[in-house]
């Protein structure tokens, strides 16, 4: 008995198992996928018809049967007519709204070229003022 337990620390003591090293059972073997359900599926497609109707003429869209569609692709093409009539002002910040939730919020950098230009209580109180106007917005 005590034999399998000096192979087995032994064993241990070869394969470290620690932080981004599982120990060599838990790995996954050649040709194992991390996620086999594959990545979850997307809830409407809207981007994905937002962008079809955008690249469409005039003609190909009346062409389109709407009592067909999807609630997704009514809504879409909506947007599309909205923005093409001049109604966009209103159209987008609803689009940007929506695809924001569906798509995800695209991310946004921040560069600055001297790390000197704001002292620490600048940047707190710039930071209190967008929170303040974020919350306003919404």
Known sequence: MKRRAEKISIEHQKSEVGYKKPPKEAQFQPGQSGNPLGPP???TQLW?????????TDAELAKLKTKEMTQAQ???LKL???MKDGKG???EHLARHVFDREEGKATEY?????????TDDEC?????????NHADSH
């Open 41 to 43: 599926k997307r809830r």
């Open 48 to 56: 994905v018809y937002f962008c079809k109707y955008m690249g469409m």
């Open 74 to 76: 009514q809504t879409a």
């Open 80 to 82: 599309v007519q909205n």
């Open 89 to 91: 002002a209103g159209s």
């Open 110 to 118: 921040l560069v600055i070229e001297n790390e000197n230009t704001l």
């Open 124 to 132: 707190e109180e710039i930071r209190g003022l967008l929170l303040k």
